[in-house]
Each structure stands twice: as C-alpha cells, then as structure tokens.
T-cell receptor
Framework: GAGVSQSPSNKVTEKGKDVELRCDPI?????LYWYRQSLGQGLEFLIY????????KSGLPSDRFSAERTGGSVSTLTIQRTQQEDSAVYLC????????????????FGEGSRLTVL | KNEVEQSPQNLTAQEGEFITINCSYS?????LHWLQQHPGGGIVSLFM???GKKKHGRLIATINIQEKHSSLHITASHPRDSAVYIC?????????????FGKGTLLTVNP
C-alpha cells in the first residue's frame, strides 16, 4: 500500500518473552520514527532513523529495547524479556526528510501495534 | 511544566458549533504540527506550519510565532470530528526530528 504499514496490529505475550514489531515506511521516506503511547498517556519518542546515519536511540527506555532498519527501509523494534509496563501502542511514522521543513516534514503514521504483556 | 501546553484538555460541542483548540509552547520552534488521533489509535497529520495560517476544508490552523501560540479551529463541527487533537513542535536549534508533544485535547461532538 501507499501508507506506513505496521505488523502485528495486536500482540499479546507473556511476561519474559521477546517480541518483534515491524514497520514498513512509505517508499522514498528517509526518516523513520518509533513512538510509544501508553494507556491514557501522550506520545513518547523512542528512536529515529535518518538515511544511513547512526540512529538516535536516546528515547529507548531500557537496554531490553532495540531497533534496526535494514536497507534504509523496513524497521524492526525488538523488546526482549517483556515486562507488563511495556504494554502500550507502538507507533511508527515516516517522513520524506526531517521535521523542520514544511515541504518535507509531514509525518505519516502507521496504525500502530498494540502490545499487551500478561 | 510541559513545554507544550494544550487547552482545553476536554471539549464537548454540539454538531455545527465552531471549535477552537489552543496550543502554547515555551521554546523556540522551527515547525508546529497538529495531529488527529481517532479512537482505535490511528494518527493523521493535519497541518505542519511555521508561520501564518493554513486551511484544509473545515479545519484552520494559525500560528503566532512572537506569542508562541497556535490555534486549531474547526468550523461547522460534525460528530466524525470527535477525536484527540495533538499539538507537537520541532524545537529550533536542536535536532530536526524530535517532536515535543502536548498531552492532547479530547473533542467530542454530539449530534
């Protein structure tokens, strides 16, 4: 499709298991973002990829979280040894370039992956 | 204190009413975004602006850089406008990709 695609849309897992969330951005978009939205909370920045540059991982909440972006396109967010506090909606977004310029900075969001850790 | 403040937090309106949601920020910015999040979680970017005013259909966004304030207006509101509206800013002088988000305004439009 033409939009940002995320999978799975819903994931229920047991505490301690690893999960992988996938994001397929819009073709040609160099910037890719992962955000987290916990129940009743605002959006929390996790990680940013821009082209071939080193990602900004400053928002990852712990070393159980990692992400990669292969070939400048698809990204995978991995959560190891999941905890109940990891339960949230994980949102991926992409933009043509960074967010500072109006002609290239519009953000396109995926539908999110709802993670529930029992 | 959150760097991006939205008001009101909750807003209930009758169909047809004119609606205003406000966003104030305390940092220098290079751009401001208005996002819409419907129940179920999907987020749509409504506007990205750095000055003046933009209009799309029944939606109008304005920004006053000097006053560090933006407004989102909805004319002739409809129940399908019911959603959370989120203001976010890209800070100037910093990274060009980190957004600082407001906590959102929950709008409910009753028929």
């Amino acid at each position: 499709g033409a939009g940002v695609s995320q999978s799975p849309s819903n994931k229920v897992t047991e505490k301690g298991k690893d999960v992988e969330l996938r994001c397929d951005p819009i073709s040609g978009h160099t910037a890719l973002y992962w955000y987290r939205q916990s129940l009743g909370q605002g959006l929390e920045f996790l990680i940013y990829f821009q082209g071939n540059s080193a990602p900004d991982k400053s928002g990852l909440p712990s070393d159980r979280f990692s992400a990669e972006r292969t070939g400048g396109s698809v990204s995978t967010l991995t959560i190891q040894r999941t905890q109940q506090e990891d339960s949230a909606v994980y949102l991926c977004a992409s933009s043509l370039e960074g967010l500072a310029r109006a002609n290239t900075g519009e953000l396109f969001f995926g539908e999110g992956s709802r993670l529930t850790v029992l | 204190k959150n760097e991006v403040e939205q008001s009101p937090q909750n807003l209930t309106a009758q169909e047809g009413e004119f609606i205003t949601i406000n966003c104030s920020y305390s940092v220098g910015i290079s751009a401001l975004h208005w996002l819409q999040q419907h129940p179920g979680g999907g987020i749509v970017s409504l506007f990205m602006l750095s000055s003046g005013k933009k209009k799309h259909g029944r939606l109008i966004a304005t920004i006053n850089i000097q006053e560090k304030h933006s407004s989102l207006h909805i004319t002739a509101s409809h129940p399908r406008d019911s959603a959370v509206y989120i203001c976010a800013v890209t800070e100037s002088g910093g990274s060009n990709y980190k957004l600082t988000f407001g906590k959102g305004t929950l709008l409910t439009v009753n028929p």
